[in-house]
């Protein structure tokens, strides 16, 4: 059956019916005009990202149910950067009226499960015939009482530090892109990144000074917060250590690694600035130093001193 | 200079640049992984509607920045309908790499002008290039302590009335698509509608027991209050006037103009049940009453005790 035999109201409800998950935080679910959801310190963390088919996801290269895993994971980890912990999506759907009701199902399921990760619930949302298959989302996040982690409060000194993957999601999409479909450990990173949601308000804990999450690859998103923060940031090349499937694909198909891993975004791994002083648990990684603003904005980020000039320079969505 | 000229994020910042009003209730606006708003209660209200070109507007028929206020209006009127004050908006923006960044630029500006009448501001959104322009915004509010207005509240006996207008943005829908430009008041009403947002919050104080913002049609709207409070509504034809100007496109069109107030969306009037013994003020027009569940599920919305049968049943969006 198609959504548009199914219809509007019918499509809300076998989506709806998915999303099954309850949650203290959410006081009113799905249904209404709007949601409602608790903000117990009285402030809500919320952040918006769009996927669009053929751009972000292709539907020959992840399922459904991957593509809501990936289409939550992005909104999420915009939260989880802010040192808060996500409570609640809110998802607009605009499909061809053609699409298979199974696929916005399964797509529901995804974004579900991935929510589900860290008790966030799907709340609301809105659905629409489009020529163009599109996601977006909106996720609400409640920072327990703590400041947002934002990306000014890098200071010379700092250690730049990563949680989570790099380049896997990266390697994953050229892997694709050439037409291969293994190894199976960098094609499923780029259906469904592993986000390190925890580590956004543990980080906060920990007395982060600055955090984003790496959508645009790590060279662009640090760019963000040495130009927010006025500060320069050299990365040690050293830190970054190649694994061994990625090293291999790499050697196959003939690129080099570091351009995934320094610049190759969508594994949203967490970046974060720490005062020196502050031990950090194993599954940060010291990776750089913020340094005092010496080169012009926009170009504030080295490896090991120099320039890097072997990957794109991030992701633009409109290139 | 088109949208893929300025790239992802000379657009961000040209868009983000006419957004430059402020409100005590947002404390951290766009240029982060997420926005912070205040929820003074501990709670927050959050709703999303998608606009798709060609199927909710059409750039030959409205500006950038009448569509602007119609993505922000449709939002901003679901928020009110919980008895809630609007306080900020997040806006997804997808848009073909050609568009001229002025569109793009006015976009903002109606969104921004129209958030401006509740107070709310735009704190956040994302953009991606998209073959099909489309808007996807989310809203967020305050209840300020009250109770949310949900549609589960009617009760047999109570009033149902309404406040705001009525087949205005269908009327100037119709005539639009029938090649004509004029009554501008009709016009303009599908391209800007008037939503009485204050009636929202004060309808709660008033006492109102369900409520709703009129998108899909009275009609359709008004079955969903009855649905989901087990009641039927009858409606009394007679307490809709059809003004003037309506009237006259009507005849010249050779349509019902019954069939627009009734049956019409997207002026986003709010409709409201309430207890009878409560003395309305001017703007809340009493149009029917709530009666005991006597008819099947669906099918709860009289006019004058029989079912209406003059004008499509609500808007469908995959139809």
């Known amino acids: 059956m198609t959504v548009a035999t199914a219809g509007e109201f019918g499509l809300i409800s076998r989506v709806t019916a998915r999303l099954g998950a309850a949650s ?21 963390v919320a952040s918006t990202d769009v996927l669009v088919d053929g751009r ?7 399922t459904a149910r991957d593509i809501g895993h990936r289409a939550a994971a992005a909104n999420l980890a915009d939260i989880a950067a802010m040192g808060a912990r996500p409570t609640a999506l809110l998802v607009a759907l605009c499909t061809p009226a053609n699409l298979e009701i199974t696929w916005a199902e399964e797509l529901a399921d995804g974004l579900a499960a991935e929510a589900g990760k860290v008790g966030a619930i799907v709340v609301g949302g809105d659905m629409s015939a489009s020529p163009t298959l599109t996601i977006a989302v909106t996720a609400l996040g409640n920072l327990e009482g703590r400041a947002p982690l934002v990306r000014t409060g890098a200071r010379p000194g700092d250690v730049v530090a990563v949680c989570g993957r790099l380049g896997y999601a990266a390697a994953g999409y050229t892997i694709l892109s050439r037409g291969f479909r293994s190894p199976k450990l960098l094609v499923e990173a780029h259906r469904r990144p592993q986000v390190p949601y925890a580590a956004g308000p543990s980080g906060a804990r920990l007395g982060a000074t600055s955090m984003i999450d790496v959508s645009d690859g790590l060279l662009a998103d640090l760019g963000h917060i040495a130009t927010a923060s006025g500060v320069g940031i050299d990365l040690h090349r050293s830190a970054f250590v190649v694994p061994e499937q990625m090293r291999d694909a790499a050697t196959a198909l003939g690129v080099d690694p570091y351009g995934w891993i320094l610049a190759g975004g969508d594994d949203h791994a967490l970046a974060a600035t ?21 080169l012009p904005a926009g170009d504030g980020v080295t490896v090991d001193g120099r320039r890097y000039t072997g990957g794109a320079p991030g992701w633009d969505h409109f290139r």
Chains 1, 2 share one sequence.
């Open 56 to 62: 972000h996801f292709r539907r020959d290269w992840s």
């Open 274 to 294: 720490f005062p020196p002083s502050i031990e950090l648990p194993d599954d940060w990684r010291v990776v750089g130093e913020v340094l005092p603003a010496s």
């Open 24 to 44: 203290p935080l959410v006081l009113l679910g799905p249904g209404d005009d709007a949601a409602l959801v608790a903000a117990p310190d009285g402030r809500v």
